[in-house]
């Protein structure tokens, strides 16, 4: 396999209302959501490489953490620009499911979409944080002209 580019698509399936989200980038930059009412959704692009282990490594401005524990971070309440709210929480999504589904990927499947979904509500009423749970399966791979929609 060589480095290419992945779009990364994550949706957070029954987020607390009127609490906002956003996709951080590096340690202070936020992009807000792509799709918002009772979920909200965001994208990304995420390079894929070979690490210096020989193994499949994520890069890019939403890449967080050390080589062998990446994750993208989703930012609420204050943490997501949001002026007054209660909340200031941050989701931890984990890419490293994505690992053994690259490495099985054929090249001439190149034109994917990585898509993932976790429940946004914590135990507390509050917005999902930490490292969240991934949802049905958890990631998959999709054709990205299927433009497929999270289930």
């Known amino acids: ?32 959501p792509v799709a918002g009412a009772t979920q909200r959704e965001f994208e990304t692009t ?3 490489v070979i690490g210096t282990n020989d193994e499949l490594d994520f890069r890019g401005p939403a890449v967080q953490g050390p080589r062998a524990g990446r994750f993208i971070y989703l930012t609420s309440g204050a ?51 930490a490292s969240v749970p991934l949802l049905a399966g958890g990631w998959r791979l999709v054709a990205r002209t299927l433009n497929e929609k999270l289930r």
């Open 1 to 32: 396999m060589i480095p290419r580019d992945l779009v990364v698509r994550i949706r957070i399936d029954a987020p607390p209302p009127d609490v906002a989200w956003a996709l951080q980038l590096g340690r202070t930059d936020l992009v807000p």
């Open 46 to 48: 995420v390079r894929v």
């Open 79 to 129: 943490r997501a620009g949001q002026l007054g709210s209660p909340w200031s929480r941050r989701a931890k999504v984990s890419l490293e499911g994505l690992r053994p589904l690259l490495a099985q990927e054929r090249d001439d499947a190149a034109a994917t979409c990585a898509v993932a979904s976790f429940g946004g509500t914590s135990r507390d009423g509050g917005p999902a944080c």
